[in-house]
């Protein structure tokens, strides 16, 4: 075989996804590998599809999604990743944690992977740079790792007499250390206690609560995860019950709620994503295809959570948020 025969060869190798769809005549499959459940992850499915719509894919009509979640363990991700790839899915779209990105990409070198992460996916290794990815995944980057010291400023902010802070993290999240090596590195530039409590399942939370009690913590800060997002509900209401001002990066906290929530816009990331998702069904590459960036930061406040906390929210926070819910 000659070298122009090999390229044809390996071109068509990696194009083969789509172009069996096309010679089998079915509709493409777009398999979404998720961070929760059909449930949780149910407004996170909207907007994806959302976005597939606007590249012209409407379930059903002309694309067929297989969902596949992981409820918040990481391990089950390369089995989940495993079982796409045997479907012989023509897309796959990964979000909810950067592990769900992982398994993906160690599940397949040639199915397109449009992805969503919360760090650098050049510093990751899922893309030789952002605009020209290389391989074959691209997508969007929320960078809410980098967020992390925000968080700790806006709710410094809320209450500045709390000068002990918790920081709730989920010890199987791949940047568990770096969340809390930067959490201890901000807490020290204001001035505050840090202490370090680690949630990996909804058993955890009584426990992770009593503690921030007995440690005095004035106010808590949750760090960006999947199984957090997914708990949005109970933490709210345990926060609140336990009368701690808290916050986190996705507005599902505050809309559950929580506090305060101040992040990207997850929403905005997924419908990008679905869109990304779309022009791969088109036969786009993903090597030549750039990754987005969301750059929208939101700012979210209960009132009503606030007011039952005994907090008064300083005008300036008030002036600067995206959106108010009383």
Known sequence: MNRREFIATLGSAVA??????????????????GGGSPETDADRMRALRQGLSEAGYVEGRNVTIEYRGAEGQYDRFPA???????????VIAAF???????????????????????ADPVKLGL???????????????????????????????????????????????????????????????????????????????????ATGVQLRAGALVIGPDSFFTNSSKQLAALALHRVVPAIYWAREFAEAGGLVSYGPSDREALRL?????????????PADLPVQQVTKVELVINLKTAKALGIEIPGSLLARADEVIE
């Open 273 to 285: 994503e679905g869109v990304c998702a779309g022009r791969l069904l088109k036969g786009e590459k």
């Open 127 to 209: 893309v030789a740079s952002l605009n020209r990815p290389g391989g074959n995944l691209t997508g969007v980057a929320i960078l809410s790792v980098e967020l992390g010291a925000k968080l700790f400023e806006v709710l410094h902010e809320l209450v500045p007499k709390a000068t002990v802070v918790a920081l709730l993290i989920n010890p199987t999240n791949p940047f568990a250390e770096t969340l809390s090596r930067d959490a201890a590195a901000v807490a020290r530039r204001l001035g505050l206690e840090l202490h370090v409590l680690n949630a990996s399942s909804e058993r955890d939370f009584d426990t992770v609560f």
């Open 80 to 90: 989940l990743a495993g079982d796409l790839v045997r479907r012989r899915v023509d």
């Open 96 to 118: 909810g944690s950067t592990a769900a990105v992982l398994a993906a990409k160690a599940a397949t070198s040639s199915i397109p992977i449009a992805f969503i992460t919360a």
């Open 16 to 33: 083969w996804p789509l172009a069996a769809s096309a010679q089998q005549g079915r509709m493409p499959v777009v398999g979404v590998l």
